[in-house]
């Protein structure tokens, strides 16, 4: 299973909404995470079951779809939202990352 | 707190061997399955191996199968990774995990493994 993630890169003004696409080569059901990585940091998860925030992550971070379709929306973007953002799925070993969807600050 | 703390990484050429570990407190690591995902300089990220709470399950990807062997010592709340047969491609930052439903919620900091002569 193959993620491909769009658009490479989005640049948004603070306090914008910021949505980030990943789409699946076949149905991965409800089984994808996002994660957010700063430069020189591990990743961070954001959201797991294609839905679920996970405790402690701000409420602006949402996402959404099932099947082969994801959206991550950031509501509010503020600046430390900085980042580059990955999704995952674990539908099925391997479990595979997307590429990465850039998100700069305007 | 969870905490992973990776160790073992460094330089070494091309055919030859290194040992990974991670060690973990701030939770029961005999009751949760561990992980090892890399990441190329610059590039995103790939997982490399999953394996069960007792071993009993162990998953590789097929670009290192045959190479790397996952291991644990659950006395000693570690995880490992025998990495053989080295190859320039597999240079990466390599982060031990700990899964969530198939997600990662808890990273080490990563070590760096650099394949080169």
């Known amino acids: 299973i193959v993620m491909t993630q769009s658009p490479v890169t989005l640049s948004v003004s603070p306090g914008e909404r910021a949505t980030l696409s990943c789409r699946a080569t076949?149905?991965?059901?409800?089984?994808v995470a996002w994660y957010q990585q700063k430069p020189g940091q591990a990743p961070r998860l954001l959201v797991y079951?294609?839905?679920t925030r996970v405790t402690g992550i701000p409420a602006r971070f949402s996402g959404s779809g099932s099947g082969t379709d994801f959206t991550l929306t950031i509501s509010s973007l503020q600046s430390e939202d900085s980042a580059v953002y990955f999704c995952?799925?674990?539908?099925?070993?391997?479990?595979?990352f997307g590429p990465g969807t850039t998100v700069d600050i305007k | 707190d969870v905490l992973l703390v990776e160790s073992g990484g460094g330089l070494v050429q091309p055919g030859g061997s290194l040992r990974l570990s991670c060690a973990a407190s701030?939770?029961?690591?005999?009751?949760?399955?561990m992980i090892w995902v890399r990441q190329a300089p610059g590039k995103g990220l790939e997982w490399v191996s999953y394996?069960?709470?007792?071993?009993?399950?162990?998953y590789y990807v097929d670009s290192v199968k045959g190479r790397f062997t996952i291991s644990r010592d659950n006395a000693r709340s570690s995880l490992y990774l025998q990495m053989n047969g080295l190859r320039a491609e597999d240079t990466a930052i390599y982060y031990c995990?700990?899964?969530?439903?198939?997600?990662?919620?808890?990273w080490g900091q990563g070590t760096l493994v650099t394949v080169s002569s």
């Open positions: 995990g700990r899964p969530l439903q198939g997600s990662v919620d808890y």
């Open positions: 701030g939770f029961s690591f005999s009751t949760y399955s």
């Open positions: 394996i069960s709470s007792t071993s009993g399950t162990i």
């Open positions: 076949q149905s991965v059901r409800s089984n």
């Open positions: 079951s294609a839905s």
């Open positions: 995952q799925h674990y539908d099925a070993w391997p479990f595979t």
